[in-house]
């Protein structure tokens, strides 16, 4: 992609109104394809909570893709941006590349947008993808709700935010989401990678096979969909990180079980182990669980 990005004008980013759903800004760019300059509208603030249209275009990489009016090559306009979720009380200024002048950049912003519960500053459009990708599945997956351990409303959106910056799979994500824009990567694969990202942001366990806590707990208990327990005893041999498992009653994708005893998060999308059998005796030595724990059977150990 040919483009010549333009450095983010300060003074558009401060003086925008809050109160506004969505706020543009006329812009001149320079066509790197026909060396031409031309204008064109970009997006400067969005409330997705109120044009939720938004959030298709960020998810489809359509966000802020401005067309030169003399040759009609497509560019990203590069352009910064506030994403507002109101309903979330958060705002995120994105930038899609690091301003020279950061540092000032968030000061001034934190001046005068401090009073939002969640303030965050992104440099990079694959954060606000990823951010919008967990908050959709989350939305779209009650199997996924049922199992959550990370809260709701602000706690899971800080949980994702720090996720967003901090954890190493994201740099994973950012290489795939591109290959798979250049379809150097199949979405299966891209899809497969997400799915460990929401079960890390989870801190999720990889399946025992065994089925057993490592606490002692018997997870197949808590393996239900539709208030109804569903047999894993057809898919055992088949458990790894591309197997779903589809509830016969409402065909929702099943993707672990937690503990009932001591709340633990099970899931064959991280991976099978064989026991925690070790673990577990460990666990017995330093406090003893509350109920009783089995010896297993491949290792022999309580
Ligand atoms: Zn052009
Ligand atoms: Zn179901
Ligand atoms: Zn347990």
């Known amino acids: 992609m040919v483009y010549n990005y333009k450095i983010m004008n300060n003074r558009t980013m401060i003086n925008i109104q809050a109160s506004e759903a969505e706020s543009y800004s006329r812009e001149t760019f320079h066509c790197g394809n026909c060396e031409q300059d031309f204008e064109a509208n970009v997006i400067t603030w969005v409330d997705v909570s109120r044009t939720p249209q938004a959030k298709r275009m960020v998810l489809r990489w359509d966000f802020n893709i401005i067309q030169c009016t003399q ?16 309903e979330d009380g958060l705002l995120i200024a994105v930038f899609p590349r690091i301003p020279e002048n950061r540092g000032q950049i968030e000061k001034t912003i934190k001046e005068k947008y401090g009073y939002y519960p969640v303030l965050e500053f992104f440099y990079d459009m694959t954060q606000i993808w990823t951010y919008l990708y967990f908050q959709e599945h989350y939305r779209a997956n009650k199997n996924l709700r049922a199992l959550s351990r990370i809260g709701k409303d602000e706690k899971r959106v800080r949980t994702f935010l720090r996720f967003l910056k901090e954890d190493p799979l ?15 990567a199949t979405d299966d694969e891209l899809v497969e990678l997400l799915g460990q990202a929401v079960y890390t942001v989870e801190g999720m366990l990889p399946w ?40 016969p009653y409402c065909e929702e994708s099943l993707a672990g079980a937690s503990c009932e005893y001591c709340g633990r998060v099970f899931t064959w999308k991280l991976g099978t182990v064989d026991s925690y059998g070790s673990a577990r005796a460990q666990e017995t030595r330093d406090s003893p669980a509350p109920h009783e724990i089995q010896a297993d059977p491949k290792t022999g150990s309580a």
Not at 170 to 184: N, P
């Open 170 to 184: 994201m740099i994973d994500i950012r290489e795939k989401l591109t290959e798979s824009f250049f379809g150097d």
């Open 71 to 86: 040759c009609g090559c497509r560019h990203f306009s590069g352009t910064p941006f506030f994403f507002e979720d109101f």
């Open 208 to 247: 025992p096979r065994d089925r057993r806590c490592m606490c002692g707990g018997d997870l197949a208990k808590e393996f239900k969909c539709c208030g109804e327990r569903i047999t894993l005893d057809e898919h055992e041999h088949l458990l790894s990180r591309y197997y779903v498992i589809y509830c």
